[in-house]
């Protein structure tokens, strides 16, 4: 059978095809991850807490401990250690599944306070959307303990500390409709109470 070539005058039309072909496939995908993203959002939505836990280097804390522990070395601490913002439904959970992010003579996590509210996810999202506008630096690490590369700790100083974090969720709790009065402090970690007083007073 004998074969045809296409006409010249056809081709540019084919390819024009072609290129709305693959930007509507393109566009298929695109709100088929938009689906997905919803759903897991939907699902992980509802009442819980939100919480935040700092990461300090043991290394940090022997430096601290072997100084005059004066107002120059409890900055230089603060300076040092990360926090971050997170969402959970079952705190004593949580807490157990950041045991494995601590790792002996290397890092330790030092819970800080929680706040109770209704949209969990919703309100720890748009925390971090406000931190990240308002400058914070994430330091992306593989974690000592469990290697993960974590992505929602910030260094200290990039969010003004424990206060400035806590500025930002109750900005966001009254911008929800959710309570900026219902914060809760973690009790002060056996043999870590000097770190923990030193962190919440940033």
């Known amino acids: 059978m004998p074969t045809h070539s296409v006409p010249s005058s056809v081709r540019p039309m084919q390819r024009r095809l072609r290129l709305f072909r693959s930007i509507s496939n393109?566009?298929?995908k695109i709100a088929g991850l938009v689906a997905k993203a919803?759903?897991?959002?939907?699902?992980?939505?509802?009442?819980?807490?939100?919480?935040?836990?700092?990461?300090?280097?043991?290394?940090?804390?022997?430096?601290?401990?072997?100084?005059?522990?004066?107002?120059a070395a409890k900055k230089r601490l603060c300076d040092a250690v990360?926090?971050?913002?997170?969402?959970?439904?079952?705190?004593?959970?949580?807490?157990?599944?950041?045991?494995?992010?601590?790792?002996?003579?290397?890092?330790?996590?030092?819970?800080l306070c929680n706040y109770p509210v209704?949209?969990?996810y919703c309100v720890e999202r748009l925390t971090h959307l406000n931190?990240?506008?308002g400058g914070g630096v994430r330091p992306i690490v593989q974690c000592s303990g469990c290697g993960v590369h974590h992505?929602?700790?910030?260094?200290?100083?990039?969010?003004?500390?424990?206060?400035?974090?806590?500025q930002t969720i109750t900005g966001v709790l009254a911008s929800t409709?959710?309570?900026?009065?219902?914060?809760?402090?973690?009790?002060?970690?056996?043999?870590?109470?000097?770190i923990y007083n030193i962190i919440l007073s940033s």
């Open 26 to 28: 393109f566009h298929a």
């Open 38 to 71: 919803k759903a897991r959002a939907y699902k992980m939505e509802g009442p819980g807490l939100l919480y935040s836990v700092a990461c300090v280097a043991e290394a940090d804390v022997v430096e601290y401990r072997r100084s005059a522990r004066d107002a």
């Open 82 to 111: 990360n926090l971050k913002a997170g969402h959970t439904k079952n705190m004593r959970r949580r807490q157990s599944q950041y045991k494995r992010c601590d790792a002996r003579g290397i890092q330790r996590h030092i819970w």
């Open 118 to 120: 209704q949209r969990r």
């Open 131 to 133: 931190v990240l506008d």
């Open 151 to 166: 992505h929602e700790f910030y260094t200290c100083p990039s969010i003004r500390g424990l206060s400035g974090l806590h």
């Open 177 to 194: 409709g959710e309570r900026t009065d219902g914060r809760v402090f973690f009790p002060p970690p056996s043999g870590a109470e000097d």
